[in-house]
C-alpha cells in the first residue's frame, strides 16, 4: 500500500525535496557569510537610494541619501573597521560634526539630542545592529507608528543587503 501511496504521490513528494534542498542551499549563503570589515568601495556608495517614509518629505529623502554618500566617502577615508556617525534634525540640518572611531575597529558612539533627530552611522563589520544600537533604539520615547516606520526602513536595508549574497526577499 506504501508503494501505491508513493507513486501515485512521487511527483509532489519530489518537488518538496528539491524545494528542501533549495532552501538548504539558500541558507548556506547565511553560513558563508564573512563578518570581516569591508572597504567601503565607490560602488557601494553609488548603490545608496532614497526611501520614502512619513517622518521627511521627497527633498528630506533626497537630503538623507546624498548624506548618506557623505557618510560612506568619509567612512572610505578611514582605516578599515572604523566606524563614522553623524546626527542630523528632521529638517537634515546637521547636529554633530561628522564623528569617526578613534582606531581600527572602534565604534562611534553618537551622542543623544534635545530634539527629534535623525542618526546614520557605519556598521564596517557587515553587522546589521549592534547591541548598543538596540538599546538606544529600544529606549527612545517614540510613537507606535515612528517605531514601526523605523524597524521598517531598517529591515528594509537588512534586506536589500543580503540580496547581494544571492537571498531573495519578498514584500
Same mark, same amino acid.
Given at each position: 500500500?506504501?508503494?501505491? =501511496?508513493?507513486?501515485?504521490?512521487?511527483?509532489?513528494?519530489?518537488?518538496?525535496?528539491?524545494?528542501?534542498?533549495?532552501?538548504?542551499?539558500?541558507?548556506?549563503?547565511?553560513?558563508? $557569510?564573512? #563578518?570581516?570589515?569591508?572597504?567601503?568601495? #565607490?560602488? *557601494?556608495?553609488?548603490?545608496?537610494?532614497?526611501? *520614502?517614509? =512619513?517622518? $521627511? =518629505?521627497? !527633498?528630506?529623502?533626497? /537630503?538623507?541619501?546624498?548624506? &548618506?554618500?557623505?557618510? +560612506? #566617502?568619509? !567612512?572610505?577615508?578611514?582605516?578599515?573597521?572604523?566606524?563614522?556617525?553623524?546626527?542630523? =534634525?528632521?529638517?537634515?540640518?546637521? %547636529?554633530?560634526?561628522? $564623528?569617526?572611531?578613534? !582606531?581600527?575597529?572602534?565604534?562611534?558612539?553618537?551622542?543623544? /539630542?534635545?530634539?527629534?533627530?535623525?542618526?546614520? &552611522?557605519? &556598521?564596517?563589520? *557587515?553587522?546589521?545592529?549592534?547591541?548598543?544600537? %538596540?538599546?538606544?533604539?529600544?529606549?527612545?520615547?517614540?510613537?507606535?507608528?515612528?517605531?514601526?516606520? *523605523? $524597524?521598517?526602513?531598517?529591515?528594509?536595508?537588512? +534586506?536589500?543587503? +543580503?540580496?547581494?549574497?544571492?537571498?531573495?526577499?519578498?514584500?
Amino acid at each position: 500500500m506504501r508503494r501505491i =501511496d508513493y507513486a501515485a504521490r512521487k511527483d509532489a513528494i519530489n518537488a518538496q525535496k528539491r524545494a528542501a534542498y533549495a532552501a538548504r542551499k539558500n541558507f548556506s549563503v547565511y553560513s558563508s $557569510l564573512n #563578518m570581516e570589515p569591508k572597504p567601503v568601495t #565607490m560602488q *557601494s556608495i553609488s548603490n545608496v537610494k532614497a526611501f *520614502s517614509c =512619513d517622518t $521627511l =518629505d521627497a !527633498a528630506g529623502q533626497q /537630503q538623507l541619501k546624498n548624506a &548618506h554618500k557623505r557618510l +560612506l #566617502m568619509t !567612512a572610505s577615508k578611514q582605516p578599515l573597521g572604523v566606524e563614522v556617525g553623524r546626527a542630523y =534634525d528632521l529638517n537634515m540640518k546637521p %547636529l554633530t560634526k561628522e $564623528l569617526t572611531g578613534a !582606531a581600527e575597529r572602534s565604534t562611534v558612539s553618537v551622542p543623544k /539630542q534635545n530634539v527629534p533627530y535623525i542618526v546614520i &552611522h557605519t &556598521h564596517p563589520d *557587515s553587522n546589521i545592529f549592534s547591541q548598543r544600537d %538596540l538599546s538606544n533604539f529600544a529606549n527612545k520615547e517614540i510613537s507606535y507608528q515612528e517605531a514601526a516606520e *523605523s $524597524l521598517n526602513f531598517l529591515v528594509r536595508n537588512c +534586506l536589500s543587503e +543580503l540580496e547581494g549574497y544571492g537571498v531573495k526577499f519578498y514584500e
